[in-house]
């Protein structure tokens, strides 16, 4: 789909949720009693897209035994970026990986755990941009570009696979990044003396973190 279409169906959405969202309210505080029975049933359906709104399509808790389609275990997170970095390398030329680069790095899981191992985001954020500012008179084919973004999801899907990941989430596609065979982000992490196994051993870590922060916030007698 074009960057346009993307976005007219992202608008499309939005607008039709909100609408829905109005007429739910206007049902439940309304005196008419089926009214009310179908504002709580569009009310469990908002609900239900709600819970699952961070979550991808399937899990790869369930992963099934033939053929999978990687994309379809992506978070919403994880696809809004590969969409982001198509996007920019389409219009405004550039290399697609380092666009993800510079996108994920902006993020505060990824950049938590940057700063454990001792990388300032805003230096790696610098030199990304720099070598992505003299990729931009290179031009791929919409094909090639989609091959790419389909290698960088097989190398994020594996990684979330080994990790315990149940669905790619943005620091899969950031350690996949190292493996999808584009020399320019080896070359940016040799700069700062990060090796493959640096990089996921610091992602991990945050990872990790966070569910303990998670816990941490839990009241006593259910944290333990």
């Known amino acids: 789909m074009s960057v346009a279409g993307r976005l007219l169906v992202r608008l499309i959405s939005y607008v039709v949720y909100g609408i829905l969202a109005a007429v739910t309210i206007l049902f439940l505080i309304g005196d ?3 009214l009310k029975y179908l504002g709580g049933l569009f009310g469990l359906f908002l609900l ?7 979550k ?21 997170a994880s696809l809004g970026i590969l969409e ?12 697609l990986y380092l666009y993800a680069v510079s996108k994920l790095a902006r993020r505060d899981e990824i950049q938590e755990g940057l700063l454990r191992m001792d990388i300032k985001p805003q230096d790696l954020i610098a030199q990304v941009d720099g070598y992505l500012g003299k990729s931009l008179s290179v ?3 919409k094909i090639e570009l989609l091959k790419q973004i389909e290698n960088l999801v ?33 070359r940016i992490l040799k700069l700062f003396d990060v090796d493959e196994n640096d990089l996921e051993n610091a992602l991990i870590f945050s990872r990790f973190k ?4 998670g816990l941490k916030r839990m009241p006593a007698s259910l944290a333990g």
Do not use: C, M
């Open 32 to 34: 008419v009693s089926s």
């Open 48 to 54: 239900e897209r709600l819970i699952y709104f961070k």
């Open 56 to 76: 991808a399509e399937k899990s790869l808790a369930r992963l099934p035994a033939d053929r999978v389609n990687t994309a379809k275990f992506l978070s919403p």
């Open 84 to 95: 982001w970095a198509l996007d920019r390398s389409t219009l405004a030329k550039g290399n």
């Open 139 to 141: 031009k791929k084919e």
């Open 154 to 186: 097989l190398a994020a899907f594996y990684h979330a696979l080994k990790t315990g990941n149940y669905q790619i989430e943005p620091k899969d596609i950031f350690s996949g990044l190292s493996a999808v065979g584009d020399e320019t982000i080896p």
């Open 210 to 213: 966070s569910a303990f922060s």
